[in-house]
């Protein structure tokens, strides 16, 4: 596929930092760059987390959400996650970085509010459901 042009036209090349700078003078175009950088550091925040509490609270509550979106009743104790399910997937529903994901599973199971047989994860819904409760004052 070949482009051709119809008319005359005309490249101009403006350096960069000039360009930046004369927008960074424009009311419009700083509210944008304000608005953008804003939302990366909401996202950034709420990704890392306030402290490790407000980050336990993001898993415990993803974890439940997650077993009961994929099909666990609320009469149950134990769900098993399918091994498609893995940490990574797990992480980005609960909205936080793989690593400190890891780290809060790895108290989790030393609490025994969580298992890991092979690859599975396994969850206590009861004492997760109590944890949460204990912790913010939510039953879920």
Do not use: W
């Not at 042009?5 to 944008?32: G, H, M, N, W």
């Not at 993803?62 to 940490?87: C, K, M, W």
Request: proline share 1%; glycine share 4%; with cysteine.
């Amino acid at each position: 596929m070949y482009l051709k042009a119809l008319d005359k036209c005309e490249l101009i090349s403006v350096e960069k930092q000039y360009f930046l700078d004369y927008l960074s003078i424009r009311p419009v175009f700083t509210e944008f760059i304000l608005k953008k950088l804003t939302g990366q550091l909401h996202q950034f925040v709420v990704k890392m987390g306030i402290n490790g509490k407000y980050q336990r609270d993001r898993v415990l509550i993803g974890l439940i959400n997650a077993a009961y979106s994929l099909g666990a009743e609320r009469e149950e104790d134990f769900y098993q996650f399918p091994t498609v399910i893995n940490h990574y997937f797990l992480a980005d529903y609960c909205d936080l970085d793989a690593t400190a994901f890891s780290k809060i599973c790895k108290r989790l199971v030393d609490e025994r509010l969580i298992f890991l047989k092979k690859r599975q994860i396994v969850i206590h819904l009861r004492k997760l459901r109590q944890a949460v409760k204990e912790s913010q004052g939510i039953y879920l």
